[in-house]
């Protein structure tokens, strides 16, 4: 997949389960605790989770597009370009003096600086951190993720040549979504057009076979690789997926469609049909649900 959506790191976490048979949540935690996979703003300028060795080279390519709109808000917020050189600085600091740290601990020390932290100029400040190369999100805490610094947890930062890094990302990005098209890509990765039209010929082809049925967590990258999802949701149902506000709801797809949602609450798994189910598709979604209650933790394995 290279890159997992992360603004909800449970969600995150259940996009791996759904890919990798007999995984934990505990064992991904474990994962971004000790530097394998880190959390960013990168693709789309949302916080992605992907391996370490892949981090520097996504924030090359994408974090340009993203330093204006970034700029821009802190306008908006108050927050002066001096007072977001101030910030950077200091994060950078207590990072390197003190290790891990949470966005509140951070807020914390640059109020005390005299930086204007309140209403979203915190988050645009982590943000110009992470799209300086300065910070990126690693160890969890109480299942909240702390901030590190950059160059401790992924080494020193090397030379990035940018053609070859946008074949990469095409590579990569066919070898989850194929089939697909230059704008699918675009709309993926927050890539100009021009770059995403260096996918390779061949890109548009016969569908895969439909996976069995699943149950996908919120923001999964299967219905957000491409940039028209009505091959997997039915537009009958559109809304009651991505009701709007940036949300998309947990799914349960049978034959590459979404048939349902879900929810999990106090350990526990509630479908909930767009339509009666056939008896063996509601018997594997059965299955998914306990298998989603043990790499939560609440059953044994």
Same mark, same amino acid.
């Given at each position: 997949m290279l890159a997992v959506q992360a603004q909800d790191l449970r969600a995150a976490r259940l996009a791996i389960r759904a890919r990798t048979p007999g995984v934990t949540a505990a064992e991904v935690d474990r994962l971004l605790t000790d530097g394998s996979l880190v959390v960013g703003w990168l693709l789309r300028g949302t916080l992605h989770l992907v391996p370490a060795e892949d981090y520097r080279w996504l924030?090359?390519?994408? $974090?340009?597009?993203?330093? @204006?709109?970034?700029?821009?808000?802190?306008?908006?917020? #108050?927050?002066?370009?001096? *007072? /977001?050189? %101030?910030?950077?600085?200091?994060?950078?600091?207590?990072?390197?003096?003190?290790?891990?740290?949470?966005?509140?601990?951070?807020?914390?020390?640059?109020?005390?600086?005299?930086?204007?932290?309140?209403?979203?100029?915190?988050?645009?400040?982590?943000?110009?951190?992470?799209?300086?190369?300065?910070?990126?999100?690693?160890p969890v805490r109480d299942d909240r993720q702390a901030f590190v610094l950059a160059r401790d947890?992924?080494?020193?930062?090397?030379?990035?040549?940018?053609?070859?890094?946008?074949?990469?990302?095409?590579?990569?990005?066919? $070898?989850?979504?194929?089939? @697909?098209?230059?704008?699918?890509?675009?709309?993926?990765? #927050?890539?100009?057009?021009? *770059? /995403?039209? %260096?996918?390779?010929?061949?890109?548009?082809?016969?569908?895969?076979?439909?996976?069995?049925?699943?149950?996908?967590?919120?923001?999964?990258?299967?219905?957000?690789?491409?940039?028209?999802?009505?091959?997997?949701?039915?537009?009958?149902?559109?809304?009651?997926?991505?009701p709007g506000g940036g949300v998309l709801r947990a799914v349960a797809t049978v034959d590459g469609v979404v048939a349902g949602t879900w929810t999990l609450r106090r350990g526990e798994v509630r479908v909930e049909p767009f339509a009666t189910l056939e008896p063996e598709d509601e018997a594997a979604l059965a299955v998914e649900a306990g298998d989603v209650a043990r790499f939560e933790g609440n059953v044994e394995p």
């Open positions: 924030l090359t390519l994408t $974090a340009p597009t993203r330093l @204006a709109t970034n700029r821009r808000r802190l306008g908006q917020e #108050g927050v002066s370009p001096d *007072d /977001a050189e %101030r910030a950077v600085a200091t994060i950078e600091r207590h990072l390197a003096d003190e290790g891990p740290l949470t966005r509140g601990e951070l807020a914390t020390r640059l109020a005390a600086e005299g930086i204007r932290t309140e209403g979203q100029a915190m988050h645009h400040l982590l943000v110009l951190a992470a799209l300086r190369g300065v910070a990126v999100l690693g947890w992924l080494g020193p930062p090397k030379p990035v040549d940018r053609d070859a890094a946008v074949a990469e990302l095409g590579r990569r990005y066919l $070898a989850a979504h194929a089939p @697909a098209a230059p704008a699918d890509l675009a709309r993926w990765s #927050g890539l100009a057009l021009r *770059d /995403a039209r %260096r996918l390779p010929a061949g890109s548009l082809g016969p569908p895969p076979v439909a996976p069995p049925p699943r149950l996908l967590g919120a923001f999964d990258p299967y219905l957000l690789g491409w940039k028209d999802r009505s091959f997997a949701v039915p537009a009958e149902h559109a809304r009651r997926v991505h």
